[in-house]
């Protein structure tokens, strides 16, 4: 049972266009809600990320748009370019005595055309 | 990538053999975690440690093992490969609220 669920599976968006990938979540006990972003052949790494108490955080070109009662996050990625091509992960976060517990997203292959 | 290093980087083996991946760190952080990735599925937890000697199973655990014996190093042993371990594994450290992630093991079982 996937406690974080992400769609689009993928999604290709025009360059200059906005890149909308959604994420839902199960457990209120999740406590930080991370954006990973992945190139091929290498490990994800941290993108943006939000707390519960926030709901919206933007950085540059990415936003996280965050709706607690309704337990959905989202990215928004504006005027989209070909250099932000490749995979994005949701997360979910339940900090306890294992340190930082990651609970992912199945994933997005966002594809932007030139 | 944070001073992880994964190895090897790429490995095809044989049903049923056994097979060690190696996950090195050179931060000295106590979390230390093995994730499997596989599409549709995004990242899933196959175990994690909370320090030397210390640790335990995650989401998808059946048919791994771990060892920590040193701070620097975890260890992700599959005892009888089978082809459902066919998978990229990454191995990730973690402090605060953020996870940083190696490059990953890309693991065939042919």
């Known amino acids: 049972q996937q406690q974080v669920k992400q769609s689009p599976q993928s999604l290709i968006v025009q360059k200059g266009g906005i890149s909308i990938i959604n994420c839902a979540y199960e457990n209120t006990a999740f406590d930080y809600f991370p954006w990973y972003q992945q190139f091929p052949g290498k490990g994800p790494a941290l993108l943006i990320a939000?707390?519960?108490?926030?709901s919206e955080k933007k950085e540059g070109r990415f936003t996280i748009s965050f709706n607690k009662s309704a337990k959905q996050f989202s990215l928004h990625i504006m005027d989209s370019q070909p250099g932000d091509s490749a995979t994005y992960f949701c997360?979910?976060?339940?900090?306890?005595?294992?340190?930082?517990?990651?609970?992912f997203g199945g994933g997005t292959r966002l594809m932007v055309k030139p | 990538d944070a001073g992880i290093t994964q190895s090897p980087r790429h490995k095809v083996t044989e049903t049923g053999t056994p097979v060690t991946l190696r996950c090195h760190q050179t931060e000295n952080h106590r979390y230390m975690y093995w994730y499997r990735q596989d599409p549709g599925h995004g990242l899933r937890l196959i175990h994690y440690s909370y320090g030397v000697k210390d640790t335990d199973k995650g989401e998808v655990s059946d048919g791994y093992s771990v060892s920590r014996s040193k701070t620097e190093d975890f260890l992700l042993t599959l005892e009888s490969a089978t082809s459902s371990q066919t998978s990229v594994y990454f191995c990730?450290?973690?402090?605060?609220?953020?996870?940083?992630f190696g490059q990953g093991t890309r693991l065939t079982v042919v």
């Open positions: 990730a450290i973690s402090w605060a609220t953020e996870a940083f």
């Open positions: 997360a979910a976060v339940m900090n306890n005595n294992a340190g930082n517990m990651l609970t």
């Open positions: 939000i707390r519960p108490d926030v």
